[in-house]
């Protein structure tokens, strides 16, 4: 599954079966965990942000996500959230992906993860620019432990360029 995809998603509660937002953003760790969701709804001079970790995620569709109940929603400070998907200063989606020996792999367009394996980050979506998207597709990357989120890139091993797979279901094909 994509993140991407989730974007927006309603979040409910199971027991009162009430919706208790959407999903604004997804919050990863450094060792490609996704430790839970942001909820939409940042209030315009707060520093807190309403957050869902990911243990308190009891299920997980294409139409919405079920939380356990309305407590599960915590007050976040935003500075103590390290890595997100889509917003905020540090920010996997756009980032660069450069292997150690300074060779450009793309940007990250999606991150993707295995409903099987839990919360764990299976892969990287890389686009190499608009006209190579429409040629080539866009390609995708397996996580290895190998792989470090930095400041700027996404700095993968050597010979990952050997590793990119095309993407299969993509939106160019």
Request: proline share 2%; hydrophobic share 40%; charged share 25%.
């Given at each position: ?10 979040v ?8 208790i937002?959407?999903i ?39 139409d ?14 935003a500075d103590d ?38 919360n ?6 890389i686009s190499?620019g ?5 040629i ?28 990119l ?9």
């Open positions: 599954m994509k993140l991407q995809d989730m974007i927006g998603l309603a409910f509660d199971v027991e009162d079966g009430k919706q937002g959407k604004h953003d997804f919050i990863l760790t450094a060792d490609w965990t996704i430790q839970g969701i942001e909820l939409e709804g940042k209030g315009l001079f707060s520093s807190h942000v309403k957050t869902v970790d990911w243990e308190d995620i009891v299920a997980y569709g294409e919405a996500v079920m939380i356990r109940n309305q407590q599960a929603v915590r007050n976040t400070e959230i390290h890595y997100t998907y889509l917003l905020g200063g540090s920010k996997l989606k756009d980032l660069s992906v450069l292997t150690e020996e300074g060779l450009m792999l793309g940007h990250v367009t999606d991150v993707y993860f295995d409903q099987e394996l839990g764990k980050v299976k892969g990287l979506e190499d608009f006209v190579s998207d429409l080539e597709g866009r390609k995708w990357l397996p996580c290895t432990d190998d792989m470090s989120i930095g400041e700027n890139a996404i700095m993968v091993p050597p010979l990952s360029e050997q590793r797979e095309k993407v299969i279901h993509s939106v160019n094909g």
